[in-house]
């Protein structure tokens, strides 16, 4: 690693842990009775509060308030979902205090979410949880994801290019250095980029799903969903 790059991957993850989700939000999860109205209102502050965090991180990315301004929002609003499910996968594999990740999948599955989503989401949850990603592998890999050239609506993605391949070029060299014993680990972790693209798709469902039977959303998620 030189010292630019090491320069680099401080810079994403002190980004990366600089935001969390509040206490609060969390702490309700214990708290709020189990209704799938409750349950839904839950996840929307979850959601709401997981891309403000997402878009926090995204500024502190060295390169990308230098961007073209609409290519900024472009990438934020093309990412936003794979960021946000990576982001609680991480959190809900590892970070979550042991009670809460139960507390949670249970409300997740009584919210209005249909089952056809349920299970890719799990299963992404939990092929991310055996990855035993570190921080910076984390932190990288979110990066990379939001830094993906091919969004819609992206004019210059050569400068997204230029931005994201130095961090793929490291996340490489990290996880050579990270699983020496496993050669194959950074191929698995681009695997994970592949299957959060499928997410997309039903994220996508579900929103329609819950718009149809009138819930409500916060402002965020209609501005970045376009819902
Ligand atoms: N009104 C909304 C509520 C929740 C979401 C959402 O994407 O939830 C995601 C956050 C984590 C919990 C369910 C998924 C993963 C979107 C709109």
Request: charge should be negative; glycine fraction near 2%.
């Amino acid at each position: 690693i030189t010292k630019e790059q090491d320069a680099l991957m401080k810079l994403i993850v002190e980004a990366y842990n600089k935001h969390q989700i509040p206490q609060d939000v969390t702490k309700k999860l214990l708290q709020e009775q189990y209704s799938t109205e409750e349950n839904f209102l839950l996840l929307t502050e979850i959601a709401t509060s997981q891309v403000q965090v997402l878009v926090e991180f995204t500024k502190n990315i060295p390169g990308f308030l230098s961007l073209d301004h609409e290519d900024q929002i472009a990438l934020l609003k093309g990412s936003a979902v794979e960021a946000m499910f990576l982001r609680s996968a991480q959190v809900f594999s590892r970070k979550m205090p042991k009670g809460h990740t139960e507390v949670l999948e249970e409300r997740i599955r009584k919210s209005g979410i249909s089952e056809e989503f349920i299970t890719p989401l799990f299963n992404f949850y939990k092929s991310v949880g055996e990855l035993h990603m570190v921080q910076e592998e984390q932190a990288l890999l979110t990066a990379i994801t939001i830094l993906t050239p091919d969004r819609p609506y992206v004019k210059d993605q050569q400068a997204v290019e230029r931005l994201q391949e130095p961090m793929v070029e490291l996340l490489k060299k990290l996880c050579v250095l990270q699983h020496p014993q496993e050669p194959q680990y950074f191929a698995r972790l681009l695997g994970r980029l592949t299957e959060l693209r499928t997410l997309n798709h039903y994220h996508a469902e579900m929103l329609t799903s819950w718009r149809v039977n009138d819930h409500k959303f916060t402002p965020l998620l209609c501005e970045i969903w376009d819902v």
